[in-house]
């Protein structure tokens, strides 16, 4: 009999709760053998650029030089487990490095700590027989992100290619993007570019590592416990460049270096 409320109102009993859907079991391929890993990731980027500006503006004469660098440290903790896989393709062994728990994507998170000064100044004076100027002089490092430490995360993996590897950033971008330190950047409203501070080899992209051989036998071999890759980047540089800002003539030169290292301690 139904359970009644006040004036004969029905409650019914309560609906089930829907079951969860289950997770599909793992695809194994015949013949593929997993090792886990946590793995520590670190290491170090430099970029630099040099800019001059010049040329006339609004009765203005206009001159600007700016000498900005960058210096970041950058890292990932034991946080992450990963698992290197091989398998055998053909008569080819293929190689991977997947993350360990639920998270489907290989990725994983690097907090860097950047830090950028900035020198030079960019003046507007008067010139001859020309509509009034708005005189401005200012110093490069005027922008509030001079001289600070900003923190800032991106997503990194490790790219495999035969049997080489190599750690890059997960969303590579293309030149003159935003960072997250403007140090160098002029005023608001200033004649000059605002897009100076935008570096080539900038954090979250600096120079790109190129690839390290995979440790394959220290990868089988359980008496290593821990081990490590260590990477170099080639110095990169993108000199004289020049181009039109408005009816101002722009030259740069970007330099950019970077060094990481990738331990592996085998999880048992």
């Not at 520590?40 to 001059?52: H, L, P």
């Not at 860097?112 to 020198?119: D, F, G, N």
């Not at 430490?149 to 030149?175: E, M, Q, Y």
């Not at 140090?183 to 590592?209: H, K, M, R, V």
Request: some cysteine; overall charge neutral.
């Amino acid at each position: 009999m139904a359970l009644t409320v006040g004036a004969g109102t029905a409650q019914t009993a309560p609906t089930p709760p829907i079951p969860p859907i289950p997770t599909p079991p793992a695809v194994h391929i015949p013949g593929e053998k997993i090792i886990k890993f946590k793995l520590v990731f670190e290491g170090t980027s430099n970029a630099d650029r040099i800019d001059d500006i010049g040329g006339q503006t609004g009765g203005c004469d206009a001159q600007m030089h700016a000498d900005i660098q960058e210096d970041v440290t950058f890292g990932r903790g034991k946080g992450v487990t990963l698992e290197f896989v091989r398998f055998k393709e053909g008569k080819h062994y293929r190689y991977g490095f997947q993350r360990s728990d639920t998270n489907p994507s290989a990725t994983f998170n690097v907090v860097a700590k950047v830090h950028r000064t900035a020198s030079g100044t960019g003046d507007l004076t008067q010139h001859p027989m020309a509509t009034p100027c708005p005189a401005q002089h200012f110093a490069a490092d005027q922008n509030p992100d001079c001289g600070k430490t900003i923190t800032d995360n991106a997503k990194w993996g490790l790219k495999v290619k035969n049997d080489h590897f190599s750690p890059r950033p997960a969303n590579p971008l293309g030149g003159g993007f935003g960072g997250p330190d403007q140090c160098g950047n002029p005023p608001s409203g200033s004649a000059f570019s605002t897009g100076i501070a935008d570096l080539d080899y900038q954090w979250p992209q600096p120079s790109e590592f190129g690839y390290e051989p995979i440790p394959l036998k220290k990868m089988f071999n359980k008496h290593f416990h821990a081990f490590k890759v260590h990477f170099d980047a080639l110095k990169r540089e993108n000199k004289g460049r020049s181009g039109v800002q408005g009816t101002l003539v722009e030259t740069t030169d970007d330099h950019g270096s970077a060094e990481a290292t990738v331990r592996f301690i085998r999880v048992h």
